[in-house]
């Protein structure tokens, strides 16, 4: 993995498409064989599941064109018999660090929150940038994106927000924009640049569905040598799951194509970094391994009872914390009895 703050659009580039460096082969056999292990994998499970009555339409969704709006068919849950088990990057994550919530979150619906509706309107600006680019206010110009888009959810919220703090979130994304548009601008149509790029990719006869959506993918699929990029834009704090969700991008695209990409990159629009990692064999395995490993544990709760929660530090943070579980269970420590602990200790090194 190796971190940049390219500071021109130039210097951007070079550091995604890396001129001068030699393209990896391409191993054809490799996404065929990968593909028979995730077919292994799942062939115990399939009887228990049962048939896919009404499967969605397996397709790679959308043709990669600014404006076009990717349909996706598929659900994000798979807690009906009738639909496919989804896997993407966001559910991988989810439920090997918590299967409990993973499994009562299919009840859940996800409620907006400012950080996610500032992402949405960056990643509004970020690709209006590097297509049609961006003139006026950043803010205003996404927030028609939105309209246009029909993003009801967005919004909704924007328009329920007080005054002040709709300032405050539309100032937030104004500065992150400054940055991000300094930087990027219309790409060179010779990268063969795409955004929104998104898989969909069946296996089990469409019982379970590999799927994403990507950012920005540059290049196009060669024959015999690696030579596509994909960058995916983040706001806020960089994450070691940041580094999985961008290797399962990597994995999708050499099981569609059949030709792995060369590079995987996530941008931080808040810092202005940019980290990049070469796509070798060794990360494909290891992101298919992570993924077998997701879809079994998926498997498993369609068909078996919700799991017991397992003490997670995470879990103070979640919003499904069940209320017959105490958070001394879940975290091992009660806020309470922390606090106590520290005064006791405080006074006894009083002099």
């Not at 077919?39 to 009887?47: F, K, T, Y």
């Amino acid at each position: 993995m190796a971190t940049s703050r390219p500071i021109s659009y130039e210097l951007l580039m070079d550091a995604l498409r890396r001129p001068g460096v030699p393209r990896p082969e391409v191993d054809r056999s490799l996404a065929a064989s990968m593909r028979v292990e995730v077919e292994d994998a799942l062939r115990p499970w399939l009887e228990r599941l049962g048939k896919l009555e009404r499967p969605g339409k397996l397709e790679r969704l959308g043709n990669g064109d600014e404006g076009s709006r990717p349909r996706d068919p598929l659900p994000t849950r798979g807690s009906h018999p009738d639909r496919p088990i989804r896997l993407t990057k966001a559910r991988i994550t989810q439920v090997l660090a918590c299967a409990f919530h993973a499994r009562v979150s299919d009840e859940s619906e996800q409620s907006l929150t400012p950080a996610m509706v500032r992402g949405v309107l960056v990643d509004r600006i970020f690709r209006l940038g590097v297509t049609a680019g961006v003139d006026g206010d950043p803010v205003q110009r996404a927030t028609e994106a939105l309209v246009a888009e029909n993003e009801t959810g967005a919004l909704v919220y924007l328009d329920g927000l007080h005054p002040v703090a709709r300032s405050r979130l539309e100032d937030s994304v104004r500065a992150v924009a400054e940055g991000l548009l300094s930087v990027w601008r219309p790409l060179d149509w010779r990268h063969f640049p795409r955004t929104q790029v998104a898989w969909s990719l069946p296996f089990g006869a469409g019982r379970v569905v590999f799927g994403g959506k990507v950012d920005l993918f540059l290049g196009r699929p060669h024959g015999e040598r690696a030579s596509t990029c994909l960058v995916d834009l983040k706001t806020g704090n960089a994450s070691p799951d940041h580094v999985e969700d961008m290797r399962f991008y990597a994995l999708l695209e050499t099981l569609r194509s059949g030709s792995p990409p060369f590079q995987v990159a996530s941008y931080y629009g808040d810092s202005g970094e940019l980290d990049a990692e070469q796509v070798d064999e060794g990360l494909l395995r290891a992101a298919l391994d992570r993924a077998i490993e997701a879809m079994v544990t998926l498997c498993r709760l369609e068909i078996e009872e919700v799991p017991e929660p397992v003490p997670n530090p995470e879990c103070r943070w979640c919003r499904l914390q069940p209320s017959s579980v105490t958070r001394r269970q879940l975290t091992g420590r009660d806020p309470a009895e922390r606090r106590l602990q520290q005064v006791v200790a405080m006074r006894e090194e009083a002099p």
